[in-house]
């Protein structure tokens, strides 16, 4: 996947969850879609519903734009295709696991498909129309209900040998750690994920709060302090494996945890360069531009090659 130069518009869908998301842009003006649609994904009602779904959003794009369907479409998708097998997996819609779905979907359509972690569709679209535009290498962090990311290099992807890069998320911090719906113990996700965040306060306050809550708590909660305080330990602890390994120019911080204004503080900054093995900690730590559009168009971006 090459910069964006084709001047044709091009066709994205972000597959989550509980809808589809459908877009089309212009290489010029990504940022302003021609056309934006949504419908429900139905993953209860099976694989072969979702593959229906995505083929009737297609023709949806294609009747709200007035134009044909390309001859390549990018698709974000909650999981990977395994590059030895080109089966899906690490999709938490379980139904999309083990399933050749780029070569069902291909089949479906008529029209070649290029796919990505919605992870890195984020980090795509942050790195080539938003908050980390111009930057050489990019790492684009998915702090929510899970915790994931995405590497983008030159404006490309990259996705690894096992098509996992990225997944910082699934690194152990502490073997002796919360165990995570993988069977991990310890992982960055079972401390500074959204839910996780949530188990750490009711643990320290004895009730139940919504991460919200917690934050608008901070200054008059002793448990919602020590909450956030954990979170830019953790972070801190987390993000330094990246600087360390990768050492990107910019790290775009998406996601509902991401907006938690202690992650970008002079406090969390100190707390990173006090890890990594650098005297100075330069590397910018950015709100995303785009928002939920990132996935979307990320996956729009896909296509072009």
């Known amino acids: 996947m090459t910069a964006m130069t084709q001047e044709a518009p091009c066709f994205g869908i972000d597959l989550g969850g509980t809808k589809i998301e459908g877009v089309v842009i ?17 993953a209860h009602l099976g694989y072969d519903r979702i593959v229906q779904n995505l083929k009737k959003m297609c023709a949806l794009l294609c009747d709200h734009s007035g134009l044909p369907l390309p001859a390549r479409l990018g698709i974000g998708t909650p999981g990977v295709s395994d590059p030895a097998t080109q089966l899906m997996k690490c999709c938490n819609t379980i139904c999309l696991n083990g399933r050749p779905f780029q070569k069902d979907i291909e089949a479906a359509l008529g029209i ?4 990505a972690n919605d992870a890195n569709c984020c ?23 899970g915790v994931g990311g995405g590497i983008v290099i030159h404006g490309q992807i990259v996705e690894g ?10 690194i152990v911090l502490d073997p002796q750690g919360p165990l995570s719906v993988y069977g991990t113990a310890g992982t960055i996700e079972t401390f500074i994920s959204g839910p996780a965040l949530e188990k750490y306060y009711a643990a ?19 448990a919602a302090k020590a909450t956030i305080v954990h979170l830019t330990d953790r972070f801190a602890d987390a993000i330094t494996i990246i600087i360390n390994t ?35 900690f330069e ?9 939920d559009s990132a996935g979307v168009f990320g996956a729009a971006m896909l296509a072009l090659s």
């Open 26 to 42: 212009h290489p010029s003006s990504p940022e302003t879609p021609l056309c934006r649609l949504r419908c429900p994904t139905e």
């Open 112 to 115: 070649k498909v290029s796919l």
């Open 123 to 145: 980090a795509l679209a942050e790195a080539t129309c938003g908050a980390a535009r111009g930057f050489e290498t990019v790492f684009g962090v998915i702090l929510g209900t």
């Open 161 to 170: 040998c096992h098509g996992i890069a990225g997944e910082w998320g699934q």
């Open 204 to 222: 320290a306050a004895g009730i139940q709060r919504p991460l919200q809550e917690i934050v608008e708590r901070v200054n008059s909660d002793l």
């Open 246 to 280: 990768l050492d990107p120019h910019v790290i775009v911080i998406g996601g509902g945890v991401g907006n938690i204004d202690e992650l970008y503080s002079e406090s969390t900054r100190a707390k990173i360069r006090s890890r990594i093995f650098n005297k100075t």
């Open 283 to 291: 590397t910018p730590l950015l709100r995303p531009l785009l928002g």
